[in-house]
């Protein structure tokens, strides 16, 4: 079952640390090469962050968007402290909670609407896609986060504890207790 991916898995999903601050490097001195491997090695899961905590398609679309105008325009100050990622993911982050803000609403997309746009989302595996659309009606915020942190992005729980700044055991009981919900979701809907 997707849920239970093995390490060696988990960490092919996670792009490199150290080829990602050489490209944030490279974007500061206006490398345009360096600015699309970036692109593909972090979009499925800024998405996939974004989406988890918009839950709207065109929302996430919208802070994966200006994240990376971010990015571009935060290279230069970028200080490097080995977590590449976890940077780009709080410049997400932060956008998100201004879009809800800027909004004043946390609605739902009907069922038929989520799907539809996963399913023209390529980059996004068809187990990702399953369980980012699980997610969306499943779980609770923190809990979806997480999640999708951890299977579409490949991090460890540590390391969503930062991110979230969450104590880590809150983040391993709240991964748990998501998993359980999903595994039941999932095993009604067959």
């Known amino acids: 079952m997707i849920l239970n991916k093995t390490p060696a898995k988990e960490s092919a999903l996670r792009p490199d640390a150290s080829r990602l601050e050489d490209?944030?490097?490279?974007i500061a001195e206006n490398d345009r090469e360096a600015?699309?491997?970036?692109?593909?090695?972090?979009?499925?899961?800024?998405y996939g962050f974004a989406l988890s905590i918009l839950k709207n398609p065109h929302d996430a679309e919208d802070v994966l968007h200006d994240c990376y105008l971010s990015v571009i325009?935060?290279?230069?100050?970028?200080?490097?402290?080995?977590?590449?990622?976890?940077?780009?993911?709080?410049?997400?982050?932060?956008?998100?909670?201004?879009?809800?803000?800027e909004y004043q609403r946390k609605g739902e997309l009907p069922a038929e609407e989520l799907e539809a746009q996963l399913s023209e989302k390529e980059s996004?595996?068809?187990?990702?896609?399953?369980?980012?659309?699980?997610?969306?009606?499943?779980?609770?915020?923190?809990?979806?986060?997480?999640?999708v942190l951890h299977t579409v992005g490949g991090f460890k729980h540590r390391e969503i504890a930062g991110i979230l700044k969450l104590p880590l055991p809150t983040v391993l009981s709240k991964h748990?207790?998501?998993?359980?919900?999903?595994?039941?979701?999932?095993?009604k809907g067959e």
């Open 23 to 26: 490209c944030i490097v490279r």
């Open 35 to 46: 600015f699309a491997v970036l692109y593909e090695q972090t979009r499925v899961c800024i």
């Open 124 to 147: 996004i595996s068809p187990d990702d896609k399953l369980i980012l659309s699980e997610c969306m009606y499943t779980l609770s915020d923190e809990e979806r986060q997480i999640v």
């Open 176 to 187: 748990s207790r998501a998993l359980k919900k999903l595994r039941s979701s999932i095993t």
């Open 73 to 101: 325009s935060s290279a230069r100050s970028y200080r490097s402290c080995g977590k590449p990622m976890a940077w780009i993911l709080t410049i997400a982050r932060n956008l998100s909670f201004m879009k809800l803000r």
